[in-house]
């Protein structure tokens, strides 16, 4: 699929070998534990996927985290379990995947301590002190009592002892994100006994020494132990924070660990997406004082994507492995593509956390860069195998967004002759047009990393400012035909609220995303009526707003871009929105326009109240440009005439989604294409309890 090249020396020290404890990691490419909505459900996609990233050349893979007991645990959440011996065979599918391409095994043990409801074991959850659990859940976490914390120390020693015979190279003891017992009794504000376990900081981290030295003293001959530790949660002085207590707590456990895993809290903060963290190495700050405290190998974040920018915290002594989780996830091949010379073949991670949303949901993880993540093993995706050709014939793709590229990247993959028309003078469709919209700049790498490649293929002929019509369409008379059209926003307020038109729409200027995103600028005071809830409206309102406009946002949801809580953000777009001075108002919906005049409409009461605006701008659901589509298929004597055998509509021409979902449907039909069928493995899931 691709060629070799040698690989620039200058990055030779990121293939250098790096001992932690008692095993050695091959290179310095460090995959830290990540969540991936499969956890202890699904151990054959779990192992598939995580195998995948090993064979891409990562020296570590990581588990997500893996809970030691049920009295820690976050259903319907579906992360690891390791509550006894029974587990070990799942784990053992893990390890044998990472290990058959040299790479380590580590596993991230955990113990969640008031973060876990433990809905469905229904153990009392523990912490500290006692304290109602983070979710809403009407449930309270008891004081661990001295009982408490022995078989505390008793089950996470068990648990690294079954990791080991699990076949994991690295064991983790875990205080981060706020979501873990040894963090929680680290943290004043959660931790207020009187005994030896609180007070002064030294007796807060008394357990995670204890533990750790547990664990050494019960696998440290054979596996590394790891910790992995918040060293900043971004609230000041009501936290932890790198200028003060993580120090101290580094200090007083510098040479105990074998590895310092080092992050920031909460997981929104680690997790951040491209909007809010723009710039590659964005946690250097917090984390680079770690490793003037300790002479063990320190490994840390930052959506580390770019050679360069890793060997500068190697050499400027900030890191001395490279973490990344969404980086793997957006490229499992990675590390092999530096490695053979191939930088510009690298996969980029947009930075957009559809990945956690996976997690979030209780779903397996999909990517929107990487369409076969996730895939592994249901599907047997690999990212970077696919079937030849199954014949000689040459294929239209028509449309040049994320799923006409992603299909004719894969078909041109595949062998095949193709030719991709796009209408505009700019390919990537809606990743281009969206990457102009603010923060939203890493969304052209959709785009780039697919015309990179395209334009190097000798079997892709690409074609801009060229609109195809049915004429057109039936008399070049490709043999097959992908759709890849697009979608554009609804003018009529139509959408999840509203099934017909708000009335009086006439009467007002009114607007769509598309139009603001081809260059049309409302001016004066403009209604953002938001029924989409996913980013578009919060940014559009941060567009306007920094145009110096005034804006008022309006969604019936309770939260603004509801759906992002799903992708961390949400919390962070509305406090952005308040803070840019954006008026928002919840539980409400336009229900009526008239001249200059919008009535709201509250979603519980059904009382209204009316505002003078200048703009009304819809955001509330797309249609599929499918006309085309339509034309060709109501005539299969004319396609059979032109000698077109196949004709498929994929994407948002089809179903309009994510980004995510028309790179993974453009994917997905050029498997299909004289391939795979449609809807191979979609219930042929795996079955809990086969693993046994
Ligand atoms: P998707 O997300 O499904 O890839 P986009 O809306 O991002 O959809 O991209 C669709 C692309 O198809 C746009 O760049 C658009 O200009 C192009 N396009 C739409 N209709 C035609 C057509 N008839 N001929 C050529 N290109 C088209
Ligand atoms: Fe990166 Fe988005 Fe893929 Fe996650 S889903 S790895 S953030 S591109």
Redesign the pocket.
């Given at each position: 699929m691709s060629s070799s090249n040698a690989r620039n020396s200058r990055y030779n020290i990121l293939f250098e070998p790096i001992k932690i404890g008692p095993v050695t990691m091959k290179n310095r490419f460090y995959q830290v534990p990540h969540c991936n909505g499969m956890g202890y459900a699904r151990p054959q996609s779990l192992a598939a996927m995580r195998g995948i990233k090993a064979e891409g050349g990562w020296g570590a893979i990581c588990t997500e985290e893996v809970e030691i007991h049920p009295s820690s645990e976050i259903s319907p959440s579906i992360e690891g379990r390791l509550w006894d011996k029974s587990d070990i065979p799942a784990h053992r599918l893990m390890t044998a995947a990472v290990q058959e391409h040299d790479a380590l095994a580590g596993i991230e043990l955990v113990h969640n301590g008031f973060h876990a409801p433990n809905r469905t074991s229904r153990l009392p959850p523990m912490a500290p002190s006692p304290i109602p659990v983070d979710s809403y859940d009407p449930v309270h976490a008891r004081a661990m009592d001295l009982t408490d914390i022995k078989n505390f120390r008793k089950w996470h020693r068990q648990a690294a002892l079954n990791a080991r015979e699990a076949g994991y190279d690295i064991v983790y003891v875990y205080a981060g994100h706020c979501m873990t017992t040894l963090m929680h009794f680290m943290l004043e504000r959660f931790n207020h006994r009187s005994d030896n376990y609180g007070g002064s900081l030294k007796n807060r981290v008394r357990l995670t020494r204890e533990v750790i030295s547990d664990v050494k003293e019960a696998i440290g001959d054979d596996c590394a132990v790891a910790f992995r530790f918040a060293v900043d949660e971004l609230m000041g002085k009501d936290g932890m924070t790198s200028e003060g207590e993580a120090q101290e707590v580094v200090g007083l456990l510098a040479e105990l660990p074998d590895l310092w895993d080092v992050n920031i809290s909460g997981w929104s903060h680690d997790s951040s997406t491209a909007r809010f963290e723009p710039i590659e190495g964005y946690q250097e700050k917090y984390t680079s004082f770690v490793k003037s405290l300790t002479s063990k190998p320190v490994v840390g974040v930052g959506r580390f994507t770019s050679p360069d920018a890793m060997v500068s915290q190697i050499k400027r002594g900030v890191l001395d492995l490279i973490g990344a989780a969404?980086p793997s996830?957006?490229d499992p091949f990675l590390p092999n593509k530096i490695a053979q010379g191939r930088i510009d073949e690298i996969r980029e991670?947009?930075?957009?956390?559809?990945?956690?949303s996976g997690d979030n949901l209780s779903v397996p993880i999909?990517?929107?860069?990487?369409p076969t993540m996730g895939e592994e093993w249901r599907r047997k995706w690999h990212p970077e195998k696919i079937a030849p050709k199954a014949s000689d014939s040459s294929v239209l793709v028509v449309g040049a967004g994320p799923s006409g590229l992603e299909a004719a990247l894969q078909l041109a993959n595949r062998g095949y002759q193709v030719t991709l028309a796009e209408s505009g003078k700019e390919l990537g469709g809606r990743a281009t047009k969206e990457s102009h919209l603010p923060s939203l700049s890493s969304y052209a790498r959709v785009r780039d990393y697919r015309v990179n490649l395209l334009t190097q293929m000798a079997n892709v002929e690409i074609y801009k400012d060229s609109p195809l019509d049915e004429d057109a369409i039936l008399e070049f008379g490709f043999p097959h035909v992908l759709l890849a059209t697009g979608s554009h926003w609804r003018r009529d307020g139509t959408g999840r609220y509203y099934q017909k038109a708000i009335p009086g729409l006439s009467t007002i200027p009114s607007f769509t995303p598309d139009d603001i995103m081809n260059g049309k600028n409302p001016t004066g005071h403009t209604i953002i009526f938001d029924d989409d809830h996913y980013y578009m409206g919060g940014v559009l309102a941060e567009k306007l707003i920094n145009g110096g406009q005034k804006v008022t946002l309006v969604t019936p949801a309770a939260k603004i871009s509801a759906w992002c809580e799903y992708t961390l953000e949400q919390e962070k777009i509305q406090a952005k929105l308040i803070n840019l001075g954006v008026e928002l108002i919840t539980n409400h919906t336009v229900s009526n326009v008239a001249a200059n005049q919008i009535e709201l409409s509250c979603t519980y009461t059904g009382h209204t109240k009316t505002i003078q605006v200048d703009n009304l701008l819809l955001v509330t659901a797309r249609h599929a440009n499918d006309t085309l589509y339509h034309q060709l298929q109501s005539n299969p004597d004319k396609l059979e005439q032109a000698g077109i055998k196949t004709l498929e509509v994929i994407g948002d021409a089809y179903s309009p989604g994510s980004l995510?979902s028309a790179v993974y449907y453009g994917h997905l039909a050029a498997r299909c294409l004289e391939g795979e069928s449609w809807d191979t493995a979609l219930f042929d899931g795996e079955r809990p309890g086969l693993i046994s």
């Open positions: 969404r996830i957006a991670c947009i930075g957009c956390n559809i990945c956690v999909r990517c929107t860069q990487n995510a």
